[in-house]
């Protein structure tokens, strides 16, 4: 995977690659007395660096000029400054864009005041895309695009609730744009990209677009999250896009761990001196269908992250207190499906009894499972691979020998150990991954009582009766009776691995 400078155009990476950029831009009525006063929020910087007309808004002009993305996603923008600034801006760049100003507004909002209202704004380069549809919410808007091959794509950009103490609200905002965006207009890839306001790689959000859905006791902001989040309803594209979204950037060093946000090597949000945060801002894609093949560079240099770390943000070159990150992608051989439709057929499929589901449907989900989720080596994920599997000779209904205790126990100590050092979305993934394969198990014993039972039934039959079906045979070749059926759809159940 190739890593794109800061100062290096991203529109049009490679033929067929799409790039997209986000930044949440700190909308002006934030810092409105905030700046140069004791205890404030920004009390570090200076009023010249937080003007929004002499300074911020020409450095972002710079940046998105630098940058020149094919999808630009915006968050923190005000709805006067859309109309007045990015909208002209942007027109002359040759883009189009659209902006949702949600019902979250500052706190010195008037009625009479909408232009300081606060949403998010998402622009697309004409000779790339054009819009087919779009959804909103308060802090969500999706827009589908289509591009110049033929391919759309869905793109969701995101400002999530920002209280620490709200991950339910935030995993609830996520998923409800999702399904929004499910039934939409036909789509071959969803990007969402946004100020997530939870870390990457340690939060209800990262293991929602991960697995799906959430277990119980997903850390975020150092403390397990709320029961609730188990009762968020998962996102079909699990299913539909085998495997959900996979995110842009690593996560960070620090999930998992209390207290610690950031190591200050790789940090999207750094509001005060000293004091930034890992992955606030991320990129997030169904990797089915769309390939990331480059990743924007968050540092011009190691002086200038250093500067950052030291000074805070915004600053004087840089207008916001997040850092802009950028992925480019590429259409897979998956990139045909349309993921609409397969939502639609995943649907129908999980509204099937469960003893409907094939053995192969399992087997396919343990291997993508265990085939996305990031061990830290390729080594480390065979050896899992290969403990998962039964210990051979392992006798089926006799307690197993001392010497063969002996080797389970090794076993499950090196599976432990090997998953106690993977993230928390790591140990999900394997989590399903342990229940899929105790399913496969359950079904493969199944399927040998059905086999073993009919192979009984067939070495007991009498001569005579023998003889007796025969004639019975002879005197119909299309059995119409319930009876005369059973034997024929047991054995062909048995066969396909279904209905035991």
Known sequence: METIPRDQCMKHWKPGDFSVLSWNLLADVYLDGQIEAENADYSHVTNANADWVSSRW????????????DV??????????FDRDLKPFFDALGYEGLMVSGSHKAKWDEKNAPDLRVGVATFWARDAFELVDAVHRSRTMGVVLRGTSGHSVAMLNVHLEGNPKAPVARLRQLQKTLRDLEGKASHHGVVVAGDFNCLLGSSACSAFLAFGSVEPGVPEWGRPCPPEVVKVPPHAYMLAAAGGFRSAYDPSCAAGMTGVWSFGDEFTFCASPGGPVDGLDQIWATPTSLALVARRRLFRSDEHRTGILEGGLPSASEP???????AVYRWTDGDKIDLKVAIAAAAIAASAPAALRSLEEVQAELDALLAACPFDRDADRIEYVELMDDLPGLPAKRRPTPEQIGV????????????????SDAQQMLKRATTLAKEIKKRQ??????TADTKSDASTTTPAAARAG?????????????????????????????GV
């Open 58 to 69: 020409p450095l972002v002009q710079a940046e998105v000029t630098e940058a020149t993305p």
């Open 72 to 81: 630009a996603c915006f968050q923190e923008v005000r709805a006067g400054i």
């Open 320 to 326: 916001s207190d997040h850092i802009p990150i950028g």
């Open 408 to 423: 389970l126990k090794d076993r499950r100590s090196r599976k432990a150990a090997l998953t106690k050092t993977l993230s």
């Open 445 to 450: 014993q199944q399927l040998a009582v059905a």
């Open 470 to 498: 025969a004639d019975a045979s002879d005197q119909s070749t299309s059995p119409t009776t319930s009876e005369q059926g059973k034997p024929a759809e047991l054995s062909t159940a048995a066969a396909s691995g279904t």
